[in-house]
């Protein structure tokens, strides 16, 4: 198993000279203090619009196009297969502009995903007459998992859209994303719409290995700024029409997708995330792995130990099956009131509620507004941060 030093991975992240700790990272990981670094020095040496022929023009396009590169090999992609925005969910809402489908045309659309990848699809529907397929996995399962087998039964000849997550961001229960591609691409046509917002800052990610059409995420869980990206394949490209200007190229996903350019200084800075990163294959993810193995393992050995706490997710902590985000709720305690109740005497940063995967967690799952206890934990948080939680936590449980 590879090891991972954990305290220099912190040396990385200047928050952590903060008196915090960060276990809300499913909603926004640290930043790197080298992306902040190269947004600052973007700022001071090259801020001018890039695309003129003068020196520092010519910087700034250069810096762009490095982060293009950057996002581009991340993924596996061809440049002019991704484009950058500000938000996966502002991505996915300009993608569903795109498509040209016809009345009657029928889309699949997961009911267990976070609602970026669910509210653009049904508009869709009701601007053009589709008609919506609802994938709702497993009634009655505190697991649900989006099952190609499952998904069969829902296609037709007039599928031309599946939308999926890889992990949900409440559930993190990985999901068999190239398997799945396979099923959908059994109808000419049909494209498939991953959401890798909570899988990307876990794991390496090969769109092309995976088959999918389209795949998004948010760079400032994994450790970037505060933007999205979005992949989508040359050949889904070909089905959709552009939001760019009439007079402006179509060529790329960006000129089809970005309205206007996405912020320079953000863009330019994603090679100092890839560089902490690196390279799947080099396998500098693996130490990532292993130390969050070792941190769900132990949350969940606690969380299964007792019989009055009910986890939402894969109860099992093998890295196969699932990602560091962990959901659970008490029996008779509110979640609120318990993460209210350390915040007032803890540092542990961690939330309650359905973190706008509300089908999810208010009418599949039923809970009430308080929803779920989450705590998601990334690489560099420590066996002790996670040990402190859990006698915190007992403290508060334990008296129920
Ligand atoms: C699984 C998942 N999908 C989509 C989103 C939306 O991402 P963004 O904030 O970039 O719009 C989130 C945000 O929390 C998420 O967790």
């Excluded at 700790?21 to 619009?49: C, H, M, P, T, W």
């Excluded at 022929?53 to 590169?69: E, F, L, N, P, Q």
């Excluded at 299964?304 to 962990?326: F, H, M, Q, W």
């Amino acid at each position: 198993m590879a090891t991972f030093d954990v305290e220099t991975a912190r040396s990385k992240f200047p928050a952590f000279k903060e008196d915090q700790v960060f276990l809300d990272n499913a909603g926004g990981s640290q930043i790197l203090g080298s992306v902040v670094e190269s947004i600052s020095d973007y700022l001071i040496k090259s801020n001018v619009q890039f695309g003129g022929g003068y020196k520092v023009s010519k910087a700034s396009s250069s810096r762009y196009d490095d982060g293009i590169t950057a996002g581009a090999k991340f993924l596996n992609a061809q440049k002019d297969e991704i484009a950058y925005g500000s938000s996966a969910t502002q991505l996915l809402r300009n993608l569903s502009f795109t498509f040209p489908f016809q009345e009657g045309d029928e889309i699949v659309l997961s009911a267990i995903d976070h609602e970026a990848n669910i509210a653009p699809w049904k508009s869709l529907a009701e601007r053009l007459k589709l008609v919506i397929k609802s994938w709702v996995p497993q009634e009655g399962s505190t697991n649900p998992k989006l099952l190609p087998e499952d998904l069969k039964g829902l296609l037709s000849p007039k599928t031309r859209l599946v939308t999926c997550t890889h992990a949900s961001n409440i559930l993190g229960t990985i999901h068999d994303v190239k398997a799945i591609a396979e099923v959908v691409h059994t109808i000419p046509n049909a494209l498939l719409c991953v959401d890798g917002v909570s899988y990307a800052p876990h794991r390496p990610v090969d769109v092309k290995e995976l088959g999918v059409d389209f795949y998004v995420l948010s760079w400032y869980k994994v450790f970037g700024p505060h933007i999205a990206m979005l992949y989508a394949s040359r050949k889904a490209q070909e089905q959709m029409g552009t939001l760019g200007h009439w007079f402006n190229s179509q060529v790329t996903l960006e000129n089809k997708i970005t309205l206007g350019s996405c912020c320079y200084e953000l863009v330019q800075s994603i090679p100092a995330v890839t560089a902490y990163l690196g390279p799947a294959k080099a396998g500098s993810w693996g130490g990532l792995h292993a130390q969050e193995t070792l941190l769900q393992t132990t949350l969940l050995e606690y969380l299964t130990s007792k019989p009055n706490i009910t986890i939402y997710g894969e109860r099992s902590a093998d890295e196969k099956l699932r990602l560091p985000t962990v959901s659970f709720k008490v029996a008779g305690l509110d979640s609120r009131e318990l993460v209210e109740t350390l915040e007032r005497t803890t540092n542990f940063g961690f939330r309650w509620g359905a973190f706008y995967s509300n089908y999810l967690v208010n009418e599949y799952f039923g809970l009430d507004a308080s929803g779920v206890v989450r705590v998601s934990m990334v690489h560099y948080n420590t066996l002790e941060e996670v040990k402190g939680l859990i006698e915190a936590m007992d403290g508060v449980i334990s008296k129920i």
